[in-house]
T-cell receptor, first 110, second 114 residues
């Protein structure tokens, strides 16, 4: 069974731009969560989608948004990028029991 | 909201010895506690998890214990090997499937000395 895939793996943007990251969950998993990982703040929950509906959201500004498609694939978008948005963005695929992480997208904002 | 504290931040052990990492949580409604291992350049990998109706769970050299009364849980790795070197994260949640989000500890950098 294929694991969680995330694209792109690396991304460089400049302040003020926007970015879209993509995640394909494990086949059969309907829950997709997004996390931000930074050296200072660690791993922080952004939001979770299940059957195209956002069920839960972490404490991040409205510049961070996401969506889920009918095939469970998910995208997250960050608008008006700031230097502090530089991080590893992780997607987690969930079944009823637990969550499995993808390799992440490393975003660098210059 | 939930708060998870993890100790120590760095742990160095001799190959073959045991390693113990401890976490405490604040939300008494949390009932799912996974542990993840993250190697350089990779995403976190689930290594073991435990739910609140179980006090201990073991998988080969890895075990996790949970004390719900004291709100703490621990990861035990026996007979450590060089490939155990990585950063380990504990987490807590009210559910396992993702609906409530995972709250993570800050991580423990485990170093296995040859």
């Amino acid at each position: 069974k294929a694991g969680v895939t995330q694209t792109p793996r690396y991304l460089i943007k400049t302040r003020g731009q926007q970015v879209t990251l993509s995640c394909s969950p494990i086949s059969g998993h309907r829950s997709v969560s997004w996390y931000q990982q930074t050296p200072g703040q660690g791993l922080q929950f952004l939001f979770e989608y299940f059957s195209e509906t956002q069920r839960n959201k972490g404490n991040f500004p409205g510049r961070f948004s996401g969506r889920q498609f009918s095939n469970s694939r998910s995208e997250m978008n960050v608008s008006t990028l700031e230097l502090g948005d530089s991080a590893l963005y992780l997607c987690a695929s969930g079944n009823q029991e637990t969550q499995y992480f993808g390799p992440g997208t490393r975003l660098l904002v210059l | 909201g939930e708060n998870v504290e993890q100790h120590p931040s760095t742990l160095s052990v001799q190959e073959g010895d045991s390693a113990v990492i401890k976490c405490t949580y604040s939300d008494s409604a949390s009932n799912y506690f996974p542990w993840y291992k993250q190697e350089l350049g990779k995403g976190p990998q689930l290594i073991i998890d435990i739910r609140s109706n179980v006090g201990e769970k073991k998988d080969q050299r890895i075990a996790v214990t949970l004390n719900k009364t004291a709100k703490h849980f621990s990861l035990h790795i026996t007979e450590t090997q060089p490939e155990d070197s990585a950063v380990y994260f504990c987490a807590a949640s009210r559910s396992g499937g993702g609906a409530d989000g995972l709250t993570f500890g800050k991580g423990t950098h485990l170093i296995i000395q040859p």
